[in-house]
C-alpha cells in the first residue's frame, strides 16, 4: 500500500494562536493547539479519509512541533 503524501503545510498565525493546514493526499487538514498546548486535528477526518493509517495524524503534529522548535 503506498503511504500518504503530505504536500504542503501553511502555517497561520492568528491574534493569539497559531494553526497548520497540511494538505495529504488533496485533503486538508487542519491542526491547532488544544488547552494543554499540544497540536490536535480538529474536523471529521475519518469522513475525508477513512483508509488513513493509525498514528498519521500524531506523527504530523510531531513533525510540525519539532520543526517550530528549531526555529526558535
Known amino acids: 500500500m503506498d503511504k500518504p503524501h503530505i504536500l504542503e503545510v501553511h502555517p497561520h498565525l492568528q491574534q493569539y494562536k497559531a494553526t497548520f493546514k497540511v494538505t495529504v493526499e488533496r485533503h486538508e487538514i487542519t491542526f491547532e493547539e488544544d488547552e494543554e498546548g499540544y497540536l ?6 475519518q469522513s475525508h479519509m477513512p483508509d488513513m493509517e493509525p498514528g498519521l495524524l500524531e ?3 510531531r513533525r510540525i512541533v519539532e ?5 526558535q
Open 59 to 61: 506523527e504530523i503534529a
Open 40 to 45: 490536535r486535528a480538529i474536523g471529521d477526518i
Open 67 to 71: 520543526t517550530v522548535n528549531q526555529g
